[in-house]
């Protein structure tokens, strides 16, 4: 395989994506502290430039479809249509994708490792959130590790509230946290944790942060 940015700089380059688009929101706009009302891919698109800027920086895809990934990460290309009935998904997309950078011999040698869902405005638990995390957790889920090329998978995001919220952000984590954990402890292969999560305070106004939850194989 190509030389790959390792998983804490690509973790490190996403949430700093964030934090970028927040400081550009907040700038362009005036406004201290929603970034939810930013436009779609804000997000995806200054993530994007944060992991292009690592060594050995992979080639991103925005909102490339569960089939496409399935394709370029099963030991099959054909196989992704089995897999898919299988595992129960349906056509949908991912985010980002990441795949390896090398030169292309032809238009089907795409090689994926990471998969992405970067939302916006994340403030509870959510049927849609609960859907992206259990079909992350399909895509990634495998007997052998080699029966995939995909190394793990993303879920980031930005919360803010007002600071009238009855439930401050800290408790909004935990139970996101704890929702994500839940869906992950069904799946053997397949292990979890968090990374960010500092509350930010806008004096008078609100409370913000970025997280990022991680899901990977256990397999080695």
Known sequence: ???????????????????????????????????????????????????????????????????DILRCSLPKRDAFRNFMKEKYLTQDIMSLTLDERFEHKSDNDSISRVIMSVKNGVRNVQEEYKSEIEKMCKMLDRDKLEDSTLDYGLFAFYLDISNSARKKTQKRIDEIIETFDNIVSDYNNLKSYFKGGDIHVVQNIGEWCVGCYVIEPTLK
């Open 1 to 67: 395989m190509t030389n790959f940015p390792l998983q804490a700089d690509v973790i490190n380059a996403v949430i700093k994506g964030i934090y970028t688009a927040k400081n550009n929101y907040s700038f362009w706009t005036a406004d201290e502290l929603y970034l939810s009302y930013a436009p779609p891919k804000f997000l995806s698109i200054h993530v994007s430039q944060e992991i292009a800027k690592l060594e050995n920086a992979p080639e991103i895809y925005i909102d490339a479809t569960v089939a």
